[in-house]
């Protein structure tokens, strides 16, 4: 029990199983954002809200279990991913949850919500916490009926019983969950600990703003690129920068205090944000609308979503202020008033039109938001070299622009891991990899300006901003990146890196670092000169450059940008271990998470037959096992690895990191195969691909385990192949199902290898 529960005021940093977690509400986002633009009557409206408040039910109950229990527990970690895997289900079935997948909705709701209640009170015999967890399973039992009853009648009558439930939940967690002759629980065993449920929550919304970035750029890459649908995009995603900055505003609103003063508050208002989380979904439809159909014919439904999204999040906003920090709120509503009297022209105009009109309102909330400091906060002082430098007091902490920055890579893994599924062929694979390495190079460069600087300095964020909307564009044209888009991959490539140097290298001057962003700068020209010819060459001489365009990035990072005359400190090329581990760590859980998202989309669309329930549980599983391959064994610190080793090191993780990242791409391929086709036809180039995802991540796993923490046996991943590479021929012939499961048994028995091994105090470990 002691090692189960946090114990009171411990610190609590957000796991990686949280974030994994967190990251399926992509997913469900999406698929109620394409349900809401499938149908804008009111009857559909108001069921996809019901939807929606169950999703976000599941997310507050999970992240308050991983506050009040140790996440590290294995116990914690079977009951996190069982409650993600129920949570994948319910939103699979969010399509047609008022249809044929009723039962599948509610009856999965249900067996999560009232499935971790009943276990946690069995766990928790004789400790005073088992009395809320018996609350909270007597008033989810009290639901359960309404919700499991709605399942089986028409859709008229399910949304009323469904309505009922969901009143019935939200209700019981604003009242306490009063039962008679229970008790309530003493406020130090239930009291929130601020920092941790305020990092979640601010985790949350940010991810659930990647589901404008997600669905912007998929959009973009249907389309044709044209310069109008390149300006719809822009302010798509200028519109996602708003509520981003919209939601932060004023600075020193301080979550974390306000939860420790008011836990209980806290605790009962924590469903207030479905309100705002309505707003993204509604803003996502209308960006789609938005970048569709910029010009085209002007309906009056298309206009109105358009102004509903930003409308309900400004509510959103408002209400989050009043009931979490007791403040009035008087710059989101005026926002709203100046919207709802301004829709019935803008009802008039096309979507373009319409969406750059309440961009600017909401910039001008963000305006009024921006010179309000509330609160103690530390005022920026010196030059703007010194304010620019990254401070390290605080190395390991990531600001909200670098998790939103990330976010931009599931869209771009999910064009590459579609480019592999539509051609097998070596050459396809060849320019997919060429792709994927500049991508990769884009956000490792990044990084490394968000560990050598300070991200909460506005200059920076601003060039985040800008270098996060050139690599979408990046993204959306990778399907035609070796045709008729290969000029804007190229050119937005080389604009990246180019203005990242011209912007940070006057910052510097007077300073050693400038010598450094200088030969950065230098050798990242050299190879724009390749990439952007290359583009306006045939497909077979461009792929030839662009190979060896990628290299010269590659290489001239790894001997520090040499150039004569530029002095080389390897100290100034020395990152900080504790931040540039933490987004390494960030970024594959992301990758992992763009695993999930297209096996997710791929099962809702396909049907909730056994066969494919069976492929999808595989698919998610060896998602789960290559998560916990990479963080096993216990007791590894990457950061560690880097403050204590040559400069090199930060480099070496940066390759190492780029193989898994690959390797996560080349098994959503096979996971999408994996679920359409689990007893189809069977073609060696598919089984291959599954093969190859699960090697090339065994591969990259033991090589950062021998490169970054010295391993001197290496056993683990060569056996593991060599299993592999046995099996292989008697796989070629079997059906994907099969394929996959086999794999998973060898990656789950390496997992357990790797659980029993035993860390070095030098790190050193049998890998």
């Not at 469904?162 to 209700?171: C, E, K």
């Not at 600990?193 to 991810?207: D, K, L, N, P």
């Not at 090589?703 to 056996?719: C, L, T």
């Amino acid at each position: 029990m002691e090692r189960l529960l946090r114990k009171p005021r411990s610190p609590r940093e957000v796991s990686f199983l949280e974030l994994f977690f967190d990251l399926a509400i992509i997913f469900a986002l999406t698929q109620i954002a394409q349900r809401f633009l499938r149908d804008f009557g009111w009857e559909n409206s108001v069921q996809t809200l019901i939807l929606l408040a169950a999703i976000w039910s599941l997310w507050v109950a999970g992240a308050l279990m991983t506050d009040w229990f140790n996440p590290d527990e294995p116990y914690v970690h079977l009951l996190t991913i069982a409650g993600m895997f129920g949570g994948l289900l319910v939103a699979a079935a969010v399509p047609d949850a008022f249809a044929g997948h009723g039962f599948v909705f509610a009856g999965t709701y249900v067996a999560v919500n009232l499935g971790r209640h009943l276990a946690n009170v069995r766990t928790l015999g004789g400790h005073p916490l088992q009395e809320q967890m018996q609350r909270s399973a007597i008033w989810c039992g009290v639901s359960a009926i309404p919700w499991l009853t709605g399942a089986f009648l028409p859709a008229t009558p399910r949304l009323v019983c469904w309505s009922v439930a969901i009143v019935l939940d939200y209700l019981g967690v604003t009242v306490g969950r009063p039962v008679p002759g229970i008790g309530q629980t003493g406020e130090g065993y239930v009291r929130l600990v601020g920092e941790h449920i305020a990092e979640r929550y601010r985790q949350i919304f940010i991810i659930s703003l990647g589901v404008l970035i997600l669905v912007s750029g998929i959009s973009l890459s249907g389309t044709r690129l044209d310069i109008v649908r390149l300006l719809a995009f822009a302010i798509a995603f200028a519109n996602a920068v708003l509520l981003l900055w919209s939601w932060f505003l004023p600075r020193g609103l301080n979550l974390a205090d306000t939860i420790d003063r008011q836990p209980r508050r806290a605790l009962r208002t924590s469903h207030i944000h479905v309100v705002g989380l309505a707003g993204i979904v509604v803003t996502a439809m209308g960006d789609q609308i938005l970048i569709t159909r910029p010009l085209g014919e002007t309906r009056t439904p298309w206009s109105a979503a358009i102004i509903a999204g930003p409308f309900l999040f400004l509510a959103g906003r408002a209400l989050y202020a009043w009931t979490v920090f007791r403040r009035p709120a008087w710059r989101a509503p005026v926002g709203m008033l100046v919207l709802a009297a301004i829709s019935p022209g803008l009802l008039l105009l096309p979507p373009l039109a319409v969406a750059v009109v309440v961009n600017l309102v909401l910039l001008g909330v963000v305006l009024s938001y921006r010179h309000i400091q509330l609160g103690p906060v530390v005022t920026a002082v010196g030059s703007r070299l010194e304010r620019l430098l990254r401070k390290r007091e605080h190395p390991r902490e990531i600001s909200f622009h670098e998790l939103f920055f990330d976010l931009a890579m599931i869209f771009a893994l999910s064009r590459l891991s579609q480019r592999v599924l539509n051609d097998f062929g070596l050459v396809n694979l060849a320019e997919t990899l060429v792709l994927f390495c500049a991508i990769w190079w884009v956000w490792v460069a990044t990084a490394w300006s968000t560990d050598w600087f300070n991200p909460e300095e506005p200059y920076l964020q601003r060039l985040i901003i800008g270098i996060m909307f050139a690599g979408l564009l990046m993204a959306a044209a990778v399907p035609n990146a070796f045709g008729e888009h290969g000029l804007l991959f190229a050119g937005a490539y080389a604009a990246i890196h180019i203005v990242r140097g011209l912007v940070i290298v006057p910052a510097l001057r007077g300073h050693p670092l400038q010598a450094r962003s200088a030969r950065v700068l230098i050798w990242f020209g050299i190879s724009a000169v390749a990439w952007v010819v290359g583009a306006l060459l045939p497909p077979l001489p461009q792929l030839v450059l662009w190979a060896v365009a990628v290299a010269v990035d590659g290489v001239s990072a790894w001997l520090g940008w040499p150039v004569p005359r530029l002095t080389r400190p390897q100290a100034h090329l020395r990152v900080i271990g504790e931040h540039i581990a933490e987004r390494y760590r960030q970024v594959y859980i992301i990758a992992l998470g763009e695993l999930v998202l297209v096996s997710g989309l791929v099962y809702s669309g396909t049907g909730f037959d056994t066969i494919r329930t069976l492929a999808f549980t595989i698919a998610f599983a060896n998602a789960v096992l290559m998560l916990w391959s990479y963080f096993l064994p216990r007791g590894r610190d990457l950061g560690t690895a880097v403050n204590t080793t040559a400069p090199r090191t930060a480099v070496a993780a940066a390759y190492c990191h780029g193989l898994m990242v690959a390797a996560a791409v080349v098994t959503a391929v096979g996971a999408e195969m994996l679920i359409r086709r689990p007893l189809g036809e069977t073609r060696v180039a598919w089984v291959l691909i599954i093969i190859g995802g699960i090697v090339l991540h065994v591969i990259a796993r033991t090589v950062y385990g021998v490169v970054m923490f010295e391993a001197r046996r290496p056993w683990r991943g060569p056996v593991a192949l060599g299993v592999i590479a046995a099996i292989t021929p008697g796989l070629l012939a079997a059906p994907l199902l099969v394929v996959a499961g086999a794999l998973n048994i060898v990656l789950l028995c390496l997992v357990l290898s790797y659980r029993t091994a035993k860390v070095a105090p030098s790190a050193a470990v049998s890998t």
